[in-house]
Nanobody, 120 residues
Framework: VRLVESGGGLAQPGGSLRLSCATS????????MSWARQAPGKNVEWVSA????????YYTDSVKGRFVISRDDAKKILYLQMSRLKVDDTAVYYC??????????????WGQGTQVTVSS
């Protein structure tokens, strides 16, 4: 399993970023996918999930209405469109082939993540 996150960077509060996760080594199209994040000094937090096929999406309350998860099964890429960013969204973002995440132990092939920093 290989997961390569990209698209992070520095954004101002209220700004937008689009994260991508290129995947290989597993059957992307038959797996639900999630985004998770780790803020400084905090444990990993599940952010959003999308079902196999993309018909169902789920979000943690703090990002509802601001983030949109999507997937391109042909390209095996997962996306996270982040809008109206807040300082509290600052974290390293990871993708994972799971419907949810509670701890780092839930998965054993994490990617390197992509840093999102929201600051004025």
């Amino acid at each position: 399993v290989r997961l390569v996150e990209s698209g992070g960077g520095l954004a101002q509060p209220g700004g937008s970023l689009r994260l991508s996760c290129a995947t290989s080594g597993f059957s992307f199209e038959t797996n639900p996918m999630s985004w998770a994040r780790q803020a400084p000094g905090k444990n990993v937090e599940w952010v959003s999930a999308i079902s196999e096929g993309g018909l169902e999406t789920y979000y943690t309350d703090s990002v509802k209405g601001r983030f949109v998860i999507s997937r391109d099964d042909a390209k095996k890429i997962l996306y996270l469109q982040m809008s109206r960013l807040k300082v509290d969204d600052t974290a390293v973002y990871y993708c994972v082939p799971l419907p949810g995440v509670r701890s780092w132990d839930d998965f054993d092939s994490w990617g390197q993540g992509t840093q999102v920093t929201v600051s004025s």
